[in-house]
């Protein structure tokens, strides 16, 4: 074992010893205070690689107007020393500020390994100090940067390490090492090219799966950061190591064909030594008792093969004897490293099977109850030596067109146990094959599996349906978001397809915490881009087939997330991206217009709308050239907005005037002026120019004219568009409060629409309206968002963006007799509670403290509205604006409100 001075790493008392608090003066509110903070958006994070972290925390307060008029932030060394109510590393004095967000460290250099634990207090509307908040800590990385230099790199005493023979189980790993006494801290660090999971004496650590998130693996390698200080003990300890191969195999890479790792821990001792162990050729590895199953391809994916007869039962523990085990053979992939600051994978939910049929002899097939991905759990009890096969499928016939097959060889028992490990599978019914006994439905379990983001949200209304569709939804999300990005589908191809991040992107930040999640993801899109500005039309994974509204998600994504969280950070590092894609499109174009370019799967325009197929059958090449160079202005204009917000004036002027100059091409070329629509007139192409201003003023009602008949008349009520269309036609009808239009698509039952999916027994949302191909897929998610913004009526203020300030603006649509939409945002929860009974409309809010809200009520005039049972006029904490389309707008600050309107 090597030797190592000590870096960085600060003894702790106790369990971090985050359980004290400040002393409060006698003038502070016990329940207002600061409280939620995070790192990174994350809690406790460890391992951050950011030279200056940035700090948020949320302002609890109940009284009406509450806000914070300064703060000051306290960071330590030590618990000890925070407990003090002293920074050694910094105290940032009482800033007068009302910021509560992405405040960036500002206090002494930060050193790798370290833990820093922090606090903050906040001052009220009053000018008066409330309780310092609970302690929450953070750990530095390897380095302080994402992008570590390769004299950085080679300073790493550790090694990738991995089998030197060839065999194709999964392999085991392990190391012994002496510790004279019991640690007082312990960090591991473990990267790895493929999966990995890490056991210390026997046991594994922590509950994430499939651990790390997934990469480029042809740039990047991801390090999770364990904390191993309870699992370590003084005398004799074993570290291990059991590896996947996972994207490892994956061949646009070209990196390895197996798993590999890198890994170092660092053991604080209470004399102050640090004990160090790094990966090297000194490791021992044997092969495992799990074998990936398939190629690690789209359509081959396969699953996993546990052989429960090669089971070692103690290989992972200090009193196993490793002397006939090889040597690991260490590898010289050069890739960069970069910390996982994301929420890890996990199992977030458990299924029990409905059911259990004998569908002809020796042959079962189990009912999950729904269709969904992650792992499966079974017992089994047969012959020694029997091998048990499972195919899973989205249909009740038990048909596996996706291949997605795994397989459990029985002991020299007949007992048998199999678990996924290193690869996750995806459908509702399980067939089972080769077993001489019934399986027991009792020993057989599912475990939805993704990144362990919180829930944000809640909604429901007095429409089943609506309710059905919503919950829907969100439950295929959950099957898609796994590995750090989103999927189109889990067993096919498992792609990160841009394109489909439209129909996820806002969805998903209106119903979970994903700022740390769709960072990473933007980061993935920022490792593949090409020398020539074009991106590939899925990251982290590089394949399929897409267009401009694929990769200009480079654009998109980072604005959704910043219109969410006012995050200037990811937009300002992602716009050298931004502004390499705007280039590349610029070379495409001619006349002020894209050209279509490349082959048979590039240049992609609205994909899989009602009547169209993925061959032959496409959306006609006139109306995806419209639609291209409709995303096209959008990405501009985006751009230009961000250069703006980024302080680059004349940038910002430049793609204005570009923006313009398209605008007046595309209207130009492909409006139709004898029925107001565009290209072929579909709901799409008079959507998507009016949400992104092709469309001049003068015609945007009659074009907004046309599209109602489109969709009311022509398509009686039912929506008419594929993935991109859908989503811009629900963000386009949603931002022009007609979520009437919207109701009638959301609420029918025939084809097309969810409601059909749902009649037709699906569990998740489709690739198609029809059925076809995929049953769990992100084509049709766009819909979540409009029940938080359309229903329930909370919508951001672009404005002031990050719920700063927001928008409450009911949608009483169709039948809907009530509603009830809740928002954690990043300052705090967002209510919008309203009813209609008895000719009264009734509105309950809770506006978080610190933000401020504009508040639509509908009502014939201002004086018809009370709040709280007072006129409006007498209330505290809100002042009447103006009327407009049938609704006295009021400005409110933060507490709770009950609005009153009699019909």
Known sequence: MKKTRRIGILPLTGALALSFCGVACPCMAEDEKATTLRCEYLENPLGIDVPQPRLSWIMEAKTRGQKQTAYRVLVASSAEILAEDKGDLWDSGKCESDRTTHIAYGGKGLRPRMRCFWKVRVWDKDGTPLAWSKPAMWSTGLFLTAEPSKEQMAALD????????????????????????????????????????????????????????????SKRARYVTYDITPYLHKGKNTMALWLGAGWAKWEHYHVADKPLVMAEIDVALPDGKTVALRTDETWKIHSSSSTLMGAWKPGQYGG????????????????????????????????????????SNRKVATLEPIGIEEVEPGVYRVDMGRNF?????????????????????????????????????????????????????????????????????????????????????????????????????????????????????????????????????????????????LTKWIEDWRDVQKPDGDLPYTAPTQWG????????????????????????????????????????????????????????????????????????GRVDEYSTLFFNNCYYLYNVKQVAEIAELLGKEDEAKAYRKRAEKIRKAVHQEFFNSKDNTYANGDQLYMALPLLVGVTPEELRQPVMQALENEIMVAKNGHIDTGIHGTYFLIKTLTELNRSDLIFEMASKRDYPSWGHMLENGATTIWEQWDGEHSHLHSSFLSIGAWFIEGVAG??????????????????????????????????????????IEDHTFTLNITIPANTTATVHVPAKKATDVSEGGRPTSTAKGLKFLRMENGRAVFSVDSGSYQFVSKD
């Not at 990267?191 to 799966?209: M, P, Q, R, T, W």
């Not at 928008?807 to 990043?826: C, N, Q, R, V, Y």
Request: charged share 25%; hydrophobic share 35%.
């Open 158 to 217: 550790a090694r990738w390490i991995g089998a030197g023979s060839s065999f194709e189980e999964d392999p085991w790993l392990r190391k012994s090492f002496e510790l004279v006494d019991k640690p007082v801290d312990a960090l591991a660090y473990v990267a790895s090219i493929g999966y990995h999971e890490l056991f210390i004496n026997g046991k594994k650590v922590g509950d994430s799966v499939l651990a790390p998130s997934t990469s480029d693996l």
């Open 304 to 343: 996993e093969h546990i052989d429960t007869r090669k089971r070692l039962p103690d290989w992972n523990t200090a009193g196993f004897d490793d002397s006939k085990w090889e040597s690991a053979k260490a590898y010289t992939p050069e890739l960069k490293l970069s910390a996982e600051k994301i929420e």
């Open 373 to 517: 991905s992650g792992w499966i759990e079974m017992r089994f009890r047969g012959e020694p030596g029997e091998k048990v096969d499972l195919s899973f499928s989205e249909h009740a016939d038990g048909s596996n067109k996706f291949n997605l097959r795994s397989a459990c060889t029985l002991d020299d028992r007949g007992r048998g146990i199999f678990h996924n490990r290193f690869n996750y599978s995806s459908g509702r019914w399980i067939t089972i094959t080769g077993l001489s006994h019934p399986p027991d439905l009792s020993g057989i379990k599912g475990y939805v599996i993704r990144n362990d983001y919180k829930r944000a949200s809640r909604f429901k209304c007095s429409n089943p349906l609506l309710n059905q569709i919503h919950d829907t939804v969100l439950w295929t999300f959950e099957s898609l978001s796994l590995g750090g990005y989103v999927v189109d589908c889990p067993h096919r191809e498992r792609m990160g397809y841009g394109g489909d991040a439209h129909a996820t992107m806002e969805m998903a930040l209106n119903h979970y915490g994903m700022g740390a999640f």
């Open 545 to 616: 087939g897409g267009g401009p509204a694929w990769s200009g998600v480079c654009v998109t994504l980072p604005w959704a997330v910043y219109e969410r969280y006012a995050d200037l950070r990811i937009l300002k590092d992602t716009y050298p991206t931004m502004q390499r894609w705007i280039g590349f499109l610029d070379t495409k174009a001619h006349d002020n217009m894209l050209v279509k370019w490349g082959g048979r799967w590039d240049f992609l325009g609205d994909w899989v709308p009602p009547g169209k197929d993925q061959g032959d």
């Open 794 to 835: 909370i919508q951001v203020d672009p404005r002031q963006p990050g719920y700063k300030h927001f928008i409450i603006k009911p949608g009483m649509i169709g039948d809907l007799t009530w509603a009830k939409g809740e928002l954690d945002s990043i300052h705090g929860k967002i209510v919008s509670d309203w009813k």
